[in-house]
């Protein structure tokens, strides 16, 4: 088992626009613009191996404030993923003579 607290904060800044010029330096955010999304994830992953099968899984909750950049928004995600996967092998010897 693979726990998981994970938090992730998202401004709403877009790099794709243009650098704003030396005299607006003191009113550009460093860091962060507009209104800050912030994202705690706690999650619990697992993996199951047998053979050349292998099963992954991990879910959590996401808590959201300030949910799509709105000032007081909050949100409760739950997210999960499930991988299956099986594994094709072959032995033999490079540039080996028969």
Same mark, same amino acid.
């Given at each position: 088992l693979e726990p998981?607290? @994970?938090l992730l904060r998202q401004g709403e800044g877009d790099p794709r626009l243009p650098h !704003?010029? !030396?005299?607006?330096? !003191? *009113? @550009? *955010? @460093?860091?962060f613009q507009g209104v800050m999304e912030r994202t705690w994830r706690v999650a619990?992953? *697992?993996?199951? #191996? #047998?053979g050349r099968w292998s099963v992954r899984g991990n879910g959590g909750a996401h808590f959201i404030t300030n949910t799509g950049h709105a000032q007081g928004a909050s949100d409760?995600?739950?997210?999960?993923?499930?991988?299956?996967k099986y594994t094709l092998a072959w032995e033999g010897r490079l540039g080996s003579t028969p």
């Open positions: 998981e607290l @994970t !704003p010029l !030396p005299p607006d330096y !003191p *009113a @550009t *955010a @460093t860091l619990l992953g *697992a993996d199951w #191996h #047998h409760t995600r739950w997210v999960g993923t499930l991988g299956i």
